[in-house]
């Protein structure tokens, strides 16, 4: 059923899709990871309880992959009862993608895209998170038939050297550095300029020069962590950090931020981030693209009958731009994951591979 625009069905409401009377079946917003959320959202309390708490979450939201293997393969094959359960209420866009397509029909899809674990594997060296020429032409594919953007926490900088497709929007910093399409040949550093669309965090910029010089003097002894400076947020990775010393790298980011009020902790995946404490976050900077190209409002009410947005992530960060779908009722939220976790998205695939067939099947069905 689309409400709005929204590929969602209530769970206590089944609807048979008309192909082969298979049913799309999907919740309504999760509420069991807010409680960590509310606590990232606020000035970090720099007292032990809430040490020991941020612990407790690193390792909860950081699973070893290679211990994981066989559990999951197992669920892939055998049809483990618990990823069945959440396949069902989070199905994937492959074996969806009619539904998708017919509720798209009539509007104007845009396209949105993390890029770490989405477009590209997660690697222990973030330096070395290349994506491949296949899924580069993928993404290419789709940014000439629909807005394309990226939105990620990495430097926007680094991510378009990355991707490298100037046709794209590209959403830097966890969306505080919005940059569009830059079509000049000429005058690049002009056209760069005048492309940029949103900073609404410039005036932290000092204080997070500060802060990540900070960062790097304290953690930089701890063996495998690395201090990532994304020009309006930082990251502190402790993906290569032996377990053991995890509660030391937290420590010293606790012991930097006492000196930085305006700044908040966040976390991903295998990966502290310290942010300004402004209301800002990839769900806003969903909303500001959405404006931007015509699109206000909570039902994309705009130009051409209305938005459908797709957006793709596989991080905690992204589950913000799923809650703005869900509140908007409106277009498609994709978790990349191939485990079961707690999620505002309403479909999913597994791997940057699948994001890629994905992505071929629009560009596909764009063309007939």
């Not at 009722?329 to 591979?353: E, M």
Request: glycine share 8%.
């Amino acid at each position: 059923m689309t409400k709005q625009g929204l590929v969602v069905v209530p769970a206590e409401d089944v609807v048979v899709a008309a192909a082969g009377g298979r049913h799309l079946s999907f919740p309504p917003p999760r509420t069991a990871g807010d409680s960590w959320r509310k606590l990232a959202a606020q000035q970090i309390d720099l007292g032990a309880a809430v040490m020991g708490s941020w612990l407790d979450s690193m390792k909860a939201s950081s699973p070893r992959h290679r211990l994981m293997a066989p559990a999951v393969a197992a669920a892939v094959v055998g049809g483990d009862a618990e990823h069945d359960e959440w396949m069902e209420k989070h199905p994937s866009a492959l074996d969806r993608f009619e539904a998708v397509a017919a509720a798209a029909k009539g509007k104007r899809i845009i396209v949105f895209l993390d890029y770490d674990g989405t477009l590209s594997p997660i690697v222990e060296d973030p330096d070395r998170a290349v994506m491949t020429d296949e899924m580069r032409d993928a993404v290419r594919g789709v940014a000439a038939r629909f807005p394309t953007a990226i939105v990620s926490g990495r430097c926007r900088d680094k991510v378009f050297s990355f991707v490298r497709l100037a046709e794209l929007y590209y959403a830097g910093s966890h969306g505080m550095d919005i940059q569009g399409p830059i079509t000049k040949v000429t005058a690049e550093a002009e056209a760069e300029e005048e492309s940029v669309l949103c900073q609404p965090a410039r005036e932290f910029l000092p204080m997070i020069g500060e802060a990540y010089a900070a960062l790097v003097a304290k953690v930089g002894d701890i063996p495998g962590a690395k201090v990532e400076n994304n020009k309006f947020c930082l990251s502190v990775h402790f993906r290569c950090v032996d377990e053991k010393r995890w509660g030391a790298v937290a420590e010293q980011v606790r012991e930097v931020l006492r000196d930085y009020p305006r700044l908040r902790l966040t976390q991903g995946r295998k990966v502290l981030e310290i942010r300004p404490t402004i209301k800002w976050d990839k769900g806003q900077a969903l909303e500001f693209l959405l404006g931007a190209l015509g699109f206000s409002g909570e039902d994309g009410a705009g130009q051409d009958g209305g938005a459908f947005p797709i957006y793709i992530g596989d991080d905690r960060t992204d589950e913000d731009a799923f809650r703005v779908l869900r509140a908007r009722a409106q277009g498609a939220g994709i978790l990349v994951s191939r485990f079961p976790k707690d999620t505002c998205a309403s479909f999913s695939l597994r791997d940057p591979a699948e994001v890629k067939e994905f992505l071929r099947k629009l560009v596909t069905c764009s063309s007939t």
